[in-house]
């Protein structure tokens, strides 16, 4: 009997000695298919990320738009002068101190 | 041919990255023989060659953008194809058992001759011991088959494999004694059965 360790390298080497005959050329239309799917999917893509960021886009400012327009007092009254609220009335020790005394 | 060396392989990539359709058919009639006898190498079975052919040049037209040149433009597709053969090979977890009974008569012949002094295997059982040689290649995990495929049968280096397939030389190293060992069991489980 063989040693173990020598099987497999003379099998292997055998099987180096088979010579693959089988053509390499790309079987006919091959390369025209795989062209025109790898173009179509690369374009799909491209479109999906355009029409999906457009709509994004438009969506966004219209929200922008809406915010603005429905808050439109509280961004006014940020410009305004604004003296009027007394700095005490919201002040919890300063009425205790006047309810003691 | 990717032997052809009057392909301008930067002006066709330029010309793809350009979306020319024409260059695309180019390149990968170019391209073909070499992504095809990786394929046929590692065919698992019941996968058609052209549609895992297929798959590599679809990756390869994917990723097209990803490539800065740091290695040789097939090189960098053998690396795909090498990829994308082991992923189906992983996605294929059921191995068949390895029987007497289902190898052919010059297989059988080519294995009793392996497993004894007695002969020497035939030049003209060379195709035999391919096929048996893949069979018992279907036996093991499909890393461990990757790397003594490429070592053994294909003669690469160590360097060479890790360049392929991304893995550090001591894992391929740790994975072709992996394969040996398992095959060494192999032979030895076939010793105690007898052929039929």
């Known amino acids: 009997m063989n040693t173990p ?9 055998a099987a180096r000695q088979a010579q693959d005959a089988r053509d390499t050329a790309a079987p006919y239309g091959f390369a025209t298919r795989l062209a025109a799917l790898a173009m179509a999917q690369e374009r ?17 400012a219209l929200l922008a738009m809406v915010c603005v327009a429905t808050n439109y007092a509280t ?10 609220i007394s700095p005490s009335t919201d002040d919890p020790v300063a009425e205790i101190v006047d309810l003691v005394s | ?16 990255r350009r979306r020319d359709q024409a260059a695309a058919r180019a390149l990968v009639d170019h391209l073909y023989p070499l992504v ?36 040789p433009f097939p090189h960098w597709v053998s690396r795909i194809a090498v990829t994308t053969c082991i992923d189906q090979l992983r996605a294929q977890k059921r191995r ?24 020497d295997v035939e030049a003209g059982d060379a195709l035999a011991a391919h096929e048996l040689v893949h069979k018992l290649l279907d036996q093991l995990k499909p890393d461990d088959r990757l790397v003594i495929q490429l070592l053994d049968l294909e003669q690469k280096t160590i360097a060479e494999i890790s360049s392929l397939t991304g893995w550090s030389p001591s894992l391929v190293k740790v994975r072709a004694f992996r394969a040996r060992r398992k095959l060494q069991k192999l032979f030895q489980e076939l010793e105690q059965k007898e052929r039929p």
């Open chain 1, 5 to 13: 360790d020598q099987k497999w390298p003379r099998l292997a080497a």
């Open chain 1, 44 to 60: 799909a893509a491209i479109s999906l990320l355009e029409r999906f960021s457009l709509r994004a886009l438009g969506l966004a």
């Open chain 1, 75 to 84: 961004f006014a009254g940020l410009f305004r002068d604004d003296a009027t």
């Open chain 2, 1 to 16: 041919m990717a032997e052809d060396e009057s392909f301008d392989l930067a002006g066709c990539l330029e010309r793809v």
């Open chain 2, 36 to 71: 095809i006898r990786i394929v046929r190498a590692h065919l698992p079975r019941r996968v058609a060659e052209e549609d895992l052919a297929q798959d590599i040049f679809l990756k390869m037209f994917t990723r097209l953008e990803q490539y800065k040149g740091a290695v």
């Open chain 2, 96 to 119: 068949p058992e390895f029987r007497w009974a289902d190898l052919s008569e010059n297989e059988a012949d080519v294995l009793d001759a392996v497993m004894t002094n007695e002969n």
